[in-house]
């Protein structure tokens, strides 16, 4: 398999996992009741749709061209995103708790390993890769999900503790 066609399958393959866990972003929203908690995932689901056209894009270039385009890795600006600030997460966490929406739990925690998993993929491909502009691009995609795995791991362990402090049976 030719180096080109080797590249094309690694981004279609990281193009199927991003569309993966937007699908996933997209149903979660309709579980999380709280105002907050569905915000903070439209913002994340924004960013995810954000990675799809970076990776379409440089799939389109190896495609057409042999090469990724600098244009095509530069199309995509992600600024770091506080996906709650801490009005919007004080009060998703109250709500959290006083609705006893455990499902919410699961939701980051699932959305936590997506978001790991795929950070890991795109750290090992950037270190295994020769073509500098495929590194450059897994570099800049591990980045992004390494902040939103952390942003779902906080959240995710801020759940597990108001829960494991509640008085349980009354």
Do not use: C
Request: aromatic residues 10%.
């Amino acid at each position: 398999m030719a180096a080109n066609e080797q590249l094309i399958k690694i981004f279609e393959y990281a193009l199927n996992q991003e569309k993966t866990g937007l699908s996933f972003f997209e149903t979660s929203l309709h579980r999380l009741g709280i105002g907050a908690a569905v915000t903070a995932f439209k913002k994340l689901i924004e960013e995810e749709k954000k990675h799809v056209i970076f990776i379409t894009n440089i799939i389109n270039d190896l495609k057409q061209g042999g090469d990724i385009s600098v244009k095509s890795i530069e199309s995509v600006t992600i600024t770091p995103t506080n996906f709650f600030d801490e009005r919007a997460k004080s009060e998703f966490m109250a709500q959290s708790v006083e609705q006893a929406m455990t499902p919410d739990i699961s939701v980051f925690h699932t959305a936590m390993l997506i978001e790991r998993d795929l950070s890991a993929f795109y750290a090992r491909m950037a270190e295994q890769l020769e073509e500098k502009k495929a590194k450059e691009a897994f570099k800049m995609l591990s980045n992004w999900e390494k902040g939103h795995e952390r942003f779902f791991a906080q959240i995710h362990e801020d759940l597990v503790k108001e829960y494991e402090g509640m008085p349980w049976g009354g």
